[in-house]
Every structure is written in C-alpha cells, then in structure tokens.
C-alpha cells in the first residue's frame, strides 16, 4: 500500500533521503538540548538563565553549542529542502556531513576548551555544497546557464 500525493510527484526521486535528513536534524537538536539539560543538573544553573556565570565555563559551552547549531539551523534546512529538489543524493549527503561535524562540534566545545570545537568546521563543506546545490537550482528555474553566457 503506498502513498500518493501530488506534491511527491512533483519531487524527484530520492527526494525521501531529503526529508530523512531534515528528520536526523531534529534528532541532532534533541540531542543537543538533552545535554543542556543534564549540564544544567550538573552545573546548577537554573532556568532562566540562558549561561551560568563565568566559573561554569564547562556548562557555557555546552549551551553555547546548542544555541549555535539553533542559529544555523533554519539556513541548514533551507539550503537542504531547496538544494534537495535539484539534486537530492548530493543534498543528502552534504547534510549528512553537515550534523555529523554538528556531532563533532558539540563534542569538542562540551570538553570546556572553546578551541576543541574547530574538529567539526568541516561541516562547512557541507553547507557549501548546500549553498551550491541551492544556486543551481536557482539557475535551472531561471533556464540560465553561467557557462553559456561567458561563451557568448
């Protein structure tokens, strides 16, 4: 018994592996206010504090983690709904690198050495292949072709 729609016949095929990203990302925020909260048990800061005063530097980068994957997040699924529709493996898979280096990233700031959290910069290859596959797609609904304009 499958599911028909008439939005899923506009998509192109594979455009699941898409939405299945934008899935993992929630899960990748869920796990990143879970260890928010457990700092927040940990560290004894309360609510309404956003960040605990300085001598909790451990339980600041944990927060600050969390806020700065909040930050770029809706630009992550933008550029990976929209990049999805021109070609969803390549959308897919930059986005898969994109919330394994938000892994990463968290992991390393979490230690509280600010400096640890640069091992997951190479999400930005990841979101710079988003950007380009989102600029494509802008070109192919524009029927404009870069190439053949500097041939003309």
Known sequence: MGCSSKLAECLPCGYGYVVL???????????????????????????????????KKEFNCIQRAHQNYLELWPEFLTLLLLGGVQNP???????????????????????GDPDK???????????????GNT????????????LKAIKS
């Open 117 to 131: 959290r640069k091992y997951g910069s190479f999400g930005m290859v990841g979101m710079l292949v988003l950007l």
């Open 21 to 55: 990203t934008v899935v993992g990302s929630v899960f990748v925020n869920v796990w990143h206010a879970h260890n928010v909260m457990r700092a927040r048990k940990k560290f004894g800061v309360e609510y309404p504090l956003l960040y605990g005063p300085e001598d």
């Open 89 to 111: 493996k390549v959308a897919t898979g930059a986005g898969v690198v994109y919330l394994v280096s938000r892994i990463v990233y968290a992991k390393g700031y979490s230690t």
């Open 135 to 146: 600029v494509c797609l802008a070109f192919h609904l524009l029927k404009w072709n870069p």
